[in-house]
C-alpha cells in the first residue's frame, strides 16, 4: 500500500470549473506539499502546509493533520492549469513519499 | 535570483556505463535532494545532502551515489548502468531546516540504451 494516495488519477474539466483534488496519507508527517508538474518535466511547489489553509491566487490548499488528508482546489479552471498535480509528503528526516499524481485537463 | 540548475538536460548512456549529474542549488541553500521519475514508479526519493553530509536516503541500490561540495553544488552517481535506470533525474534545493520551501530543477532526462 501507498503510503500516500492521490484522487482522482485523471480529471477532465471545462474551463471555469472548481477543481478538487485530494490527497490521503497514512504516516507521520512534518509537511505536505502540492507539487505542478507540466509536460516536460519541471516540477514547480505549489503549497508547503504543515497545518490549517494557504491561498495563492486562484489556488486554494487545505490540510487536516487528524484525519490525514489534504486537498488542493482550483477555482475558475483555466487551460493553462492543465498539468499533473502531485501531493508529497514530508516525514521526520526530510524523507519524501510521493502521490501518483493527478493529470488535469481544462478544456477551453 | 537563479535558480536551480541541472546539467545535462539530456543524456543518452549504455548499459554498463557510468553517468554524473549535476545540480547547482539556489544561493544560500544548503540542502540538495534528489528524485527519480519514471512512468512505472513516479517520483521517488533517493537521497539528500546538508552541508556536504548524506542526511537521508531512500531505497535505492549503492549504485546510486552522491556527493556535496563546499559550495553546496551537488552531484549524483550512478555506476553500472541499466535499463531500468532511464528516468528524469530531479533535484530541488531547499535552506534546510526542513520546514521551507523546496525549489525544483528542471531535471536530466537519462535514457540507457
Known amino acids: 500500500k501507498n503510503e500516500v494516495e492521490q484522487s482522482p488519477q485523471n480529471l477532465t474539466a471545462q474551463e471555469g470549473e472548481f477543481i478538487t483534488i485530494n490527497c490521503s496519507y497514512s504516516?507521520?508527517?512534518?509537511?505536505l506539499h502540492w507539487l505542478q508538474q507540466h509536460p516536460g518535466g519541471g516540477i514547480v511547489s505549489l503549497f508547503m502546509?504543515?497545518?490549517g489553509k494557504k491561498k495563492h491566487g486562484r489556488l486554494i490548499a487545505t490540510i487536516n493533520i487528524q484525519e490525514k488528508h489534504s486537498s488542493l482546489h482550483i477555482t475558475a479552471s483555466h487551460p493553462r492549469d492543465s498539468a499533473v498535480y502531485i501531493c508529497?509528503?514530508?516525514?521526520?528526516?526530510?524523507?519524501?513519499?510521493f502521490g501518483t499524481g493527478t493529470s488535469l485537463t481544462v478544456i477551453p | 535570483k537563479a535558480g536551480v540548475t541541472q546539467t545535462p538536460r539530456y543524456l543518452i548512456k549504455t548499459r554498463g556505463q557510468q553517468v554524473t549529474l549535476s545540480c547547482s542549488p539556489i544561493s544560500g541553500h544548503r540542502s540538495v535532494s534528489w528524485y527519480q521519475q519514471t512512468p512505472g514508479q513516479g517520483l521517488q526519493f533517493l537521497f539528500e545532502?546538508?552541508?556536504?553530509?548524506?542526511?537521508n536516503k531512500g531505497n535505492f541500490p549503492g549504485r546510486f551515489s552522491g556527493r556535496q561540495f563546499s559550495n553546496s553544488r551537488s552531484e549524483m552517481n550512478v555506476s553500472t548502468l541499466e535499463l531500468g535506470d532511464s528516468a528524469l533525474y530531479l533535484c530541488?534545493?531547499?535552506?534546510?531546516?526542513?520546514?521551507?520551501?523546496?525549489?525544483f530543477g528542471s531535471g536530466t532526462r537519462l535514457t540507457v540504451v
Open positions: 502546509l504543515s497545518s
Open positions: 508529497a509528503v514530508i516525514r521526520t528526516g526530510n524523507q519524501f513519499y
Open positions: 504516516v507521520g508527517i512534518s509537511a
Open positions: 545532502y546538508f552541508s556536504e553530509t548524506q542526511r
Open positions: 530541488a534545493s531547499s535552506i534546510g531546516t526542513g520546514l521551507d520551501g523546496y525549489t
